[in-house]
């Protein structure tokens, strides 16, 4: 329990420096909402009455103290460029980006734990030594190199997909607000979404293959398994003992590639001109729309900060050999 206590401190104190570093940092930086009006040639009464409406003529630590509990009230502020509220303006782009990141990292996950099983079984065979050679080129290679890559081939040459979007324009103007979901469940919507989900799953495929592979060769050499061969059980079952004991690398680092993927998605998403989070906060920092960039910014460190924290207290519930101490 002191373990938990004190990592929830950590975590709590972690998010607060997150969010007050993203105050000033914004605030201090060159170029401001102001600025933009006085380049496009607004007067000095809409000046000073914008000042005056979003609190810039306040001292800097009462816009802090009202930041901080406007923040805690879950008031994220209003959008500079749409005038509408933060968080009214980012849900569904954030729900659009865990609809594409989450099956592809699983997909990745899944398809990368057993291709690693395989190799590590294959040990010193030539599908070992050269299966780990496609992994790692796609792991290597920018997630918008692969975007553009899958584009040329299979939109552009072969002409099967289409090359941006979620969903067509005559598609979205069958489906009313009230009905939003409903777009998601189209053939049109599983067409737009196949080349963006290949790219991640591409990307993101390599770290559980080789952790896996480096896994299960470590566990083949174990005194157990050793056991479990001499036996003579069928090749299958032993492929399932050797995976069930050497998975926990991959599962602790399942909830790490989340947080990465997400992070990362932006270019992707600018390439597919996905309507996701990468991409309004592409269109945010180019409109400077501070309070939109804030809470994206703070979103993302906050998932990856409680994703980790969350890992650190199952660790020690999956792996048995793992205790924390008290002292």
């Excluded at 460029?81 to 592809?104: D, E, G, I, S």
Aim: charged fraction near 15%; proline fraction near 5%; charge should be positive.
């Amino acid at each position: 329990m002191r373990y938990v206590a004190i990592r929830s401190l950590q975590t709590i104190t972690l998010l607060w420096l997150i969010l007050t570093f993203l105050f000033f940092f914004f605030r201090l930086m060159p170029g401001s909402l102001i600025d933009q009006l006085a380049y496009q040639g607004a007067s000095e009464q809409v000046i000073e009455a914008t000042r005056e409406k979003w609190g810039l003529n306040d001292p800097l630590y009462v816009q802090y103290w009202r930041y901080l509990v406007n923040f805690v009230m879950l008031d994220f502020g209003t959008s500079l460029q749409f005038r509408v509220p933060v968080l009214k303006y980012v849900r569904l782009k954030m729900f659009n980006t865990f609809v594409l990141v989450a099956p592809a990292i699983t997909v990745a996950y899944v398809i990368g734990t057993v291709f690693g099983t395989i190799l590590g079984n294959r040990r010193g065979s030539r599908l070992e030594r050269y299966g780990t050679i496609p992994a790692i080129m796609f792991g290597t290679m920018p997630g918008f190199f692969i975007s553009i890559l899958l584009i040329v081939v299979f939109a552009s040459f072969l002409n099967i997909f289409p090359t941006s979007g979620m969903i067509s324009a005559t598609t979205s103007q069958q489906f009313s607000d009230a009905a939003w979901y409903r777009s998601y469940l189209t053939a049109d919507f599983l067409l737009h979404y196949t080349l963006p989900f290949a790219a991640i799953v591409l990307k993101f495929i390599y770290l559980p293959t080789l952790i896996m592979r480096t896994s299960v060769v470590e566990v083949s050499n174990q005194d157990f398994m050793f056991y479990h061969r001499v036996t003579g059980i069928p090749q299958w079952k032993y492929l399932k003992h050797v995976a069930k004991h050497s998975v926990l690398p991959v599962v602790t680092l399942y909830p790490t590639s989340m947080t990465r993927a997400i992070g990362g998605v932006v270019l992707v998403e600018v390439v597919f001109n996905w309507p996701g989070i990468g991409n309004a906060l592409v269109k945010s920092v180019l409109a400077r729309d501070y309070p939109v960039i804030q809470f994206v910014f703070f979103a993302a460190a906050a998932f990856i900060i409680i994703a980790n924290f969350g890992v650190d207290l199952i660790y020690g519930v999956i792996d048995p050999r793992v205790s924390v101490g008290d002292d």
